[in-house]
């Protein structure tokens, strides 16, 4: 069966940091384009960041940079998503999901396979 599966999500206080999982079955995360994406309930769904199957090369919203971090772990067909130094602005519901484009930031389109989501919620 072929999906991804969130985890890690929960409540970081501002300045705090959390790392998501996307884990993957029944594809290898290196033979996709692999993205996290983020919405908040009533607004359009935004796109964070996206590290790209044909040179490995990352994209990062200008509100993220400096700040998260996307990596992927072949070995455990895995990839992650290293948020640090939170705001409340990042509460969200945080998705990854998977693109078969090789380069660049694939369009919401262009993305074939979805996970389910996890919250984040950063609060003091």
């Known amino acids: 069966q072929v999906q991804l599966v969130e985890s890690g999500g929960g409540l970081a206080q501002p300045g705090g940091s959390l790392r998501l999982s996307c884990a993957a079955s029944?594809?290898?995360?290196?033979?996709?384009?692999i993205a996290w994406s983020r919405q908040i309930p009533g607004e359009e769904r935004e796109g964070v960041t996206c590290?790209?199957?044909?040179?490995?090369?990352?994209y990062y919203v200008d509100s993220v940079k400096g700040r998260f971090t996307i990596t992927e772990d072949r070995t455990e067909n895995t990839a992650y998503l290293q948020m640090d130094s939170l705001k409340p602005e990042d509460t969200a519901v945080y998705y990854c999901?998977?693109?078969?484009?090789?380069?660049?930031?694939?369009?919401?389109?262009?993305?074939?396979?979805w996970g389910q989501g996890t919250q984040v919620t950063v609060s003091s």
């Open positions: 029944g594809f290898s995360v290196g033979s996709y384009t």
């Open positions: 999901a998977a693109s078969s484009m090789p380069f660049g930031w694939p369009m919401p389109a262009e993305y074939s396979i």
């Open positions: 590290i790209s199957r044909g040179d490995g090369k990352t």
